[in-house]
C-alpha cells in the first residue's frame, strides 16, 4: 500500500509521521507539495507560527480530544528528534479577560503537566482567570527542517511540485491524504471557498532572561510572549488575528501595540 500526502506544511508531516509510526515503510509515502521546510512565503503558513501548545478551542469536545492527544505525544516527538530539535517543554501562564467555558479547564487540568489554577486575589489587573501549567514551545521553522530530515532518512520521499488538480495525486499513490491548508482554495478539482487566510503580526527579540510563556486571552486579541527553543534566546512577541486579511506587510503601529501589550502583560494589581 502506498501513500501520497499533499502538502508540506506541521499538518503534512506530522501526518507522516503518523503513517510511519503506525508501521507503515517511509518509502511508501510521499509528500507533493509546492512548499518544502526551510522555504519563506506568505502562502506556507507553518514556519511563522510562534509557537506553543495552547488549547484554541473554547469548549468544542473534538478539539479538546485533540488538544490532549498532542500534548500527550510531544514528548514520544521530542524523544524521537533528540535535543536540539526546536521542541522543548516551557512554563507557562495564562490569563483570560473572561471566564473560560468549564468544561475547556476540567479537560485541560486533566493532562497538562503541573496544571494549577492562579487564586483571584494573585491575578492581574483586568484578568477573570488563569491558569500555570508546563507547555511545549516550538521554534517553527526548526521543527519542521528537523521533522523532514527525520522523515527523509525512514525513505519518506519529498517532491516540490505545485499541484493544479488534486486528481494528479493519484500518480502518486492511491490514498490521499489532504493537508493543503490555505492552499485548498485553489486547489483544482476540490476548491474550497470557504477556507480564508487570518493574518497575524509578530516581534522577534532576543531577551536571554525570558524562559517562560505567558499569554493573555483577551476579547479583542490575544497577547503572548513565547520563547523560541534552540534560537540563541530568541523570543516571539505577539499578536493579532485578522480574519481574511490577505496583506503581507508589517505595521510599525502593529509592532509598537505588541511591544506596549507585552511589556504589561504580567504586571500586577496595583495597591
Ligand atoms: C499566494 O496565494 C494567493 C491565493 O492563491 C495568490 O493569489 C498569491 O499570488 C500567492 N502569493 C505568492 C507569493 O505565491
Ligand atoms: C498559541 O496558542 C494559541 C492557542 O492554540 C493560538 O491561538 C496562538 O496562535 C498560539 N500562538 C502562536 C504565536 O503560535
Ligand atoms: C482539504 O483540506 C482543506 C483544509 O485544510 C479543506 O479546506 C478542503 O475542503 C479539503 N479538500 C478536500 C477535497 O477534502
Redo the contacts with the bound molecule.
Keep these: 500500500m502506498t501513500f501520497a500526502i499533499l502538502g508540506c506544511g506541521i499538518v503534512g508531516l506530522y501526518t507522516a509521521l503518523n503513517l510511519v509510526e503506525s508501521g507503515v515503510r517511509g518509502s511508501e509515502i510521499t509528500i507533493v507539495a509546492e512548499y518544502l521546510p526551510g522555504d519563506q512565503?506568505?502562502?506556507y503558513t507553518s514556519p511563522w507560527a510562534g509557537g506553543n501548545f495552547s488549547c484554541i478551542s473554547p469548549d468544542d469536545a473534538q478539539t479538546l480530544h485533540f488538544d490532549r492527544t498532542t500534548y500527550t505525544h510531544l514528548a514520544a516527538i521530542q524523544k524521537l528528534l533528540g535535543s536540539g530539535c526546536g521542541l522543548d517543554r516551557r512554563p507557562s501562564t495564562e490569563y483570560w479577560e473572561y471566564l473560560p467555558d468549564q468544561r475547556k479547564i476540567e479537560s485541560l487540568s486533566s493532562y497538562l503537566q503541573d496544571f494549577a489554577i492562579i487564586p483571584s486575589s494573585q491575578l492581574p489587573e483586568g484578568a477573570a482567570f488563569g491558569i500555570t501549567y508546563v507547555s511545549w514551545n516550538f521554534n517553527c521553522p526548526k521543527f519542521l527542517e528537523v521533522l523532514k530530515e527525520y522523515l527523509a532518512t525512514t525513505g519518506v520521499v519529498f517532491v516540490r511540485r505545485k499541484i493544479q488538480n488534486v486528481d494528479e495525486m493519484f500518480e502518486f499513490a492511491r490514498t490521499v491524504f489532504n493537508c493543503t491548508g490555505?492552499g485548498a482554495?485553489?486547489l483544482g478539482g476540490a476548491e474550497d471557498e470557504n477556507i480564508y487566510p487570518a493574518r497575524g503580526q509578530v516581534v522577534v527579540i532576543k531577551a536571554p532572561h525570558i524562559n517562560e510563556n505567558r499569554m493573555r486571552w483577551g476579547t479583542e486579541d490575544v497577547t503572548y510572549v513565547i520563547p523560541r527553543p534552540d534560537s540563541g534566546s530568541q523570543v516571539v512577541l505577539g499578536g493579532y488575528l485578522q480574519a481574511n486579511n490577505?496583506c503581507a506587510d508589517t505595521w510599525k503601529t502593529e509592532t509598537d501595540d505588541i511591544i506596549r501589550r507585552t511589556s504589561q502583560l504580567g504586571a500586577k494589581k496595583e495597591c
Design positions: 512565503s506568505i502562502n490555505i482554495r485553489g490577505w
